[in-house]
């Protein structure tokens, strides 16, 4: 295999070197199993306290994280409200739907983002016994597009959700490059814009594996525990994924992570911008770069470098920076598609 950086995601980069030292120095010793461990205590309280969480619970995938999150928010008779292009109405191979029985409502968007115009006309079967019953806004931060919720919009979202019975829930894969280009705390877009449950991410920003399933409200996480346990989402070895945790919020590691892959992708962005041909469709705010590339272009780059064509009948890709992305890396990709405009 060709040992080149990719572009396709952050989830190719590897671990952090210091979330790689917080699991050696975890790898010692016997501790009780299934999270009644001090690593796993000592985590639990920090990202209560950096979120301004009522609990918090970690597991092994994004995907479950989404889905226990609805899973406590619903019942089976519900819909959730999500942008088009969600990643839990996408990429989840219809686990949401499957596991927690309720309908996905998918909403067309330019960049990603929810509004309330698009949400309003979808409540006009509240009560009809007829129609699946809203219960869930779920946006992501930052949206698969790579664009970001400012706070005042995810407020906007949370009031017109309670206003109606409705819940909201965030996937926060990427919180923390929302975060970095808003120059905010995690519990600023949170907590504070009263956001009901969070799919908290790490595997994107350094860490090894390992999510976190974050309630805000207190009557949400009656259930947890039995639901976590029936979708085998409750680690034994519970201190392997709580400590990659701590070491990720204990400091500000998760910051400078994403402040770093958020900063290469505005570099990559900057020189794309002065390519012939090269049509960048989405603003960069966090570390996603999205352009339209002509079409016999694309084989020939994906030679040296991997990423993923979004759209095949917009010719757009999608290139991601990790907290590892370099300077040269970025420049080496930019000049070697130069180089394939240069030769056509």
Not at 50 to 73: K, P, S
Not at 200 to 220: Q, S
């Given at each position: 295999m060709k040992s080149t950086r990719s572009f396709a995601s952050d989830n190719n980069a590897p671990i952090h070197p210091e979330i790689f030292d917080a699991l050696a120095r975890a790898n010692a010793n016997h501790v009780v199993a299934y999270g009644n461990d001090p690593y796993t205590e000592r985590a639990t309280h920090k990202l209560k306290d950096v979120l301004g969480a009522h609990a918090v619970h970690f597991v092994f995938t994004g995907t479950a994280a989404n889905v226990l999150c609805l899973q406590a928010m619903t019942k089976p008779f519900n819909a959730v409200l999500c942008a088009s292009t969600a990643h839990l109405n996408v990429h989840e191979c219809g686990a949401p739907e499957r596991l927690?029985?309720?309908k996905l409502i998918d909403i067309a968007?330019?960049?990603?983002?929810l509004r309330v115009p698009d949400l309003e006309?979808?409540?006009?079967g509240l009560g009809?016994?007829?129609?699946?019953q809203p219960r869930v806004i779920s946006i992501t931060q930052c949206t698969e597009y790579g664009t970001v919720y400012t706070r005042e919009e995810i407020k906007r979202l949370a009031d017109f959700a309670h206003e109606h019975g409705l819940l909201l829930h965030m996937d926060g894969a990427r919180l923390s490059n929302a975060a970095a280009h808003l120059n905010c705390s995690l519990k600023e877009l949170t907590k504070d814009c009263d956001v009901d449950a969070l799919s908290l991410g790490g595997t994107k920003n350094g860490i090894m594996g390992g999510e976190a399933v974050v309630f805000f409200n207190p009557g949400l996480d009656e259930n947890f525990k039995f639901y976590r346990k029936q979708l085998m989402q409750l680690s034994s070895k519970m201190r392997y994924l709580s400590v990659q945790m701590e070491a990720l919020f204990e400091g500000d590691l998760w910051l400078r992570n994403a402040r770093h892959a958020n900063a290469m992708a505005a570099r990559l962005a900057a020189r794309l911008k002065k390519l012939p041909r090269i049509e960048v469709t989405q603003k960069t705010e966090a570390n996603a770069v999205f352009a339209r590339v002509p079409p016999e272009l694309i084989a020939p780059l994906q030679k040296e470098y991997f990423f993923y064509?979004?759209?095949h009948e917009r010719s757009e890709a999608r290139w991601m920076t990790s907290f590892d992305t370099s300077e040269d890396d970025v420049n080496k990709f930019a000049s070697a598609l130069e180089g394939l405009l240069k030769a056509q």
């Amino acid at each position: 295999m060709k040992s080149t950086r990719s572009f396709a995601s952050d989830n190719n980069a590897p671990i952090h070197p210091e979330i790689f030292d917080a699991l050696a120095r975890a790898n010692a010793n016997h501790v009780v199993a299934y999270g009644n461990d001090p690593y796993t205590e000592r985590a639990t309280h920090k990202l209560k306290d950096v979120l301004g969480a009522h609990a918090v619970h970690f597991v092994f995938t994004g995907t479950a994280a989404n889905v226990l999150c609805l899973q406590a928010m619903t019942k089976p008779f519900n819909a959730v409200l999500c942008a088009s292009t969600a990643h839990l109405n996408v990429h989840e191979c219809g686990a949401p739907e499957r596991l927690t029985g309720c309908k996905l409502i998918d909403i067309a968007t330019p960049d990603g983002k929810l509004r309330v115009p698009d949400l309003e006309h979808r409540l006009h079967g509240l009560g009809d016994e007829h129609e699946v019953q809203p219960r869930v806004i779920s946006i992501t931060q930052c949206t698969e597009y790579g664009t970001v919720y400012t706070r005042e919009e995810i407020k906007r979202l949370a009031d017109f959700a309670h206003e109606h019975g409705l819940l909201l829930h965030m996937d926060g894969a990427r919180l923390s490059n929302a975060a970095a280009h808003l120059n905010c705390s995690l519990k600023e877009l949170t907590k504070d814009c009263d956001v009901d449950a969070l799919s908290l991410g790490g595997t994107k920003n350094g860490i090894m594996g390992g999510e976190a399933v974050v309630f805000f409200n207190p009557g949400l996480d009656e259930n947890f525990k039995f639901y976590r346990k029936q979708l085998m989402q409750l680690s034994s070895k519970m201190r392997y994924l709580s400590v990659q945790m701590e070491a990720l919020f204990e400091g500000d590691l998760w910051l400078r992570n994403a402040r770093h892959a958020n900063a290469m992708a505005a570099r990559l962005a900057a020189r794309l911008k002065k390519l012939p041909r090269i049509e960048v469709t989405q603003k960069t705010e966090a570390n996603a770069v999205f352009a339209r590339v002509p079409p016999e272009l694309i084989a020939p780059l994906q030679k040296e470098y991997f990423f993923y064509i979004v759209d095949h009948e917009r010719s757009e890709a999608r290139w991601m920076t990790s907290f590892d992305t370099s300077e040269d890396d970025v420049n080496k990709f930019a000049s070697a598609l130069e180089g394939l405009l240069k030769a056509q």
